[in-house]
């Protein structure tokens, strides 16, 4: 069939394949995506993704904003969870101007992407559970994805759209009420998260659901680029804060769980262990803060991280900086850069080409959701339209990051 | 530093293999980069793939340097995830005619990455099952990531290029 003019079927009830449009505003694609299905029955025969309804055109906005105003940006790439894309960005950046980071900032940072990857995996797991018509689980395990907007809220005052961090740190020490908010979090989300599981792992109608639905080998996965939970799921150990460790992941232990056939089922599995394996991160995190020294939020580079206003109003210097950051005046190294962190669904790669401009010359987002899409249509041919829709939740897509 | 006899290792493979044809080689950040032609990308990417075990593509973009003979750059990323290895092929093609061997019949996760940057700088993979247009409408008529076209309406006064870095 021609993909660029889909086949559309008139009403005749006799005629053999339906023409379904799943999308772009659909209740179950959980986002602004359309998918236009031949389907035979319930039997799908065909589909065409159509994507790029929320295309906002970052990569060309980027080439026109300093390093610091890009950080927005990349917030609204996975909304899920934003403080990865931001940090992401920031690393991005630091490697560009060889900035080392404390480590007190880094275990900061690493608390902070955990908790995201826990909101993303919430976000995916218990929808999967919404769409095998388990309610339950979804209102049940979203509540702790409040608390933890409520930590971002009070690191960064922000919720969705974080901005969180600055190049260079923080732009603030985490205050008391944060870090008793993760404490209390680390408290009780692993009994909630052991309640869900009791829910929906061993359930009968669960599994039936879901085990031996939309299987992808290995071979398929890396043949498609997959990365994330989805191609663990397959059975490739592939992470990249294991095989190209950023802001000291080297010093935690975690263990990178895999599945076996890379079904729904098994990146159900997958995902909910990830979330067991974050909380064990964080958990050492803030044991290994207590030895670091108190009060360190940022790296001491002036020239590049943005001074606190009472000092741009009373100090030349810090006056100076600020002028020069905010005009992208920095002293950045004219050359490229590529850096990749492990974000909620899988390498998010930041490609940056910076010739000595105010602005970089050219930045590419890899972004996992557009990458592991593009499998959807082919992998749905001959599946049913219901194990369809649970294959797209399984598959986290998130808008924003899939358009950019 | 073992990335960079690593790095040495695969540079020495692909002269012995493709000799004048891996040009421009460099480690930026310790990320081998040589830059290629498009007569034999695609013998580059099966032989990085089949031979030299760089499995995975992580990427496919494009830059744009207007003004230069060969103006488009297309920026292949692949990763060894054995090794934990990292390697940037660049191919420079021409503006007026920005045509080049498509990767789908080596990766197939190739053809998104392929469409997304023809939708974006026009680079046109030859070979490519489904070449459209995949984040603009089909209309747009342009390439919008070429340097030619500007962010914000050519027409307004208040806020041009030259006082926001470009």
């Known amino acids: ?404 | 530093m073992e990335e960079t006899t690593l790095n040495n290792d695969i540079h020495v493979k692909l002269t012995e293999k493709f000799g004048e044809k891996v040009t421009a080689v460099s480690e930026p950040y310790g990320l081998l980069t040589f830059v290629t032609y498009k007569d034999v990308i695609i013998n580059v990417l099966s032989h990085l793939k089949e031979e030299l075990k760089f499995n995975f593509l992580t990427d496919i973009t494009a830059v744009h340097y207007p003004g230069k003979e060969h103006g488009i750059a297309v920026v292949y990323h692949l990763h060894n995830m054995v090794e934990k290895q990292r390697i940037r092929i660049k191919v420079f093609i021409s503006e007026q005619n920005p045509t080049i061997p498509t990767a789908t019949n080596v990766w197939k996760g190739a053809n998104w990455m392929e469409r997304e940057t023809y939708d974006l700088f026009g680079v046109k993979f030859e070979g490519h099952p489904d070449l459209r247009r995949i984040l603009n409408m089909d209309d747009l008529g342009v390439h919008p990531m070429l340097k030619q076209y500007p962010l914000e309406d050519p027409n307004r006064v208040d806020k041009k290029d030259e006082f926001f870095g470009r």
């Not at chain 1, 659901?209 to 989805?230: D, I, M, N």
């Not at chain 1, 492990?342 to 490609?351: I, R, V």
């Not at chain 1, 001959?382 to 990051?401: R, T, W, Y």
């Open chain 1, 1 to 404: 069939m021609n993909h660029n003019h889909p086949v559309f079927t008139d009403n005749d009830p006799q005629s053999e394949l339906v023409t379904l449009n799943l999308g772009p505003t659909h209740p179950a694609t959980h986002g602004v995506f359309q998918n236009v299905l031949q389907l035979d029955g319930e039997r799908i025969v065909s589909g065409v993704s159509t994507i790029g309804y929320i295309h906002r055109a970052f990569e060309k906005i980027a080439e026109h904003r300093p390093f610091y105003q890009i950080t927005p940006l990349t917030d609204r790439l996975n909304y899920c969870s934003s403080p990865i894309n931001n940090m992401g960005w920031h690393m991005t950046v630091e490697k560009l101007l060889n900035i080392q980071m404390p480590k007190r900032v880094d275990y900061l940072r690493v608390i902070i992407m955990e908790l995201s990857r826990i909101a993303d995996h919430i976000i995916c797991n218990t929808i999967i559970g919404q769409d095998t018509g388990a309610t339950t689980t979804f209102l049940y395990l979203f509540q702790f994805r409040e608390h933890i907007y409520e930590i971002f809220e009070e690191v960064c005052g922000a919720r969705l759209t974080t901005n969180i961090g600055r190049i260079g740190g923080f732009e603030r020490d985490f205050n008391d009420i944060a870090f008793a908010k993760i404490d209390k979090f680390l408290k009780e989300f692993p009994k909630a998260l052991k309640e869900f599981e009791n829910l929906l792992s061993r359930n009968r109608i669960f599994i039936d659901r879901t085990a031996g639905v939309a299987e992808v080998t290995k071979e398929t996965a890396l043949e498609y680029s997959w990365t994330g939970p989805l191609l663990r799921a397959t059975g490739v150990d592939y992470d990249v804060r294991v095989s190209d460790p950023y802001s000291s992941y080297q010093d935690f232990d975690f263990e990178v769980p895999v599945g076996t056939s890379g079904d729904i089922y098994d990146r159900y599995l997958v995902r909910n262990e990830e979330m067991w394996q974050s909380v064990r991160i964080i958990e050492q995190a803030i044991v290994k803060l207590k030895t670091e020294p108190k009060g360190i939020f940022h790296a001491d580079v002036p020239e590049f991280y943005l001074p606190p206003k009472q000092e741009v109003y009373n100090n030349m210097e810090a006056l100076i900086y600020h002028f020069k950051i905010v005009m992208g005046e920095i002293d950045a190294p004219k050359a490229e850069v590529y850096h990749a962190v492990e974000g909620g669904n899988g390498e998010l790669g930041f490609y940056l080409i910076n010739d000595g401009g105010r602005t970089p010359y050219r930045l590419h987002f890899r972004r996992p959701s557009f990458i592991n899409y593009q499998m959807f249509a082919p992998m749905s041919e001959g599946m049913l339209l219901s194990d369809a829709i649970i294959n797209m939740s399984s598959m986290n897509i998130i808008a924003g990051e899939l358009d950019a």
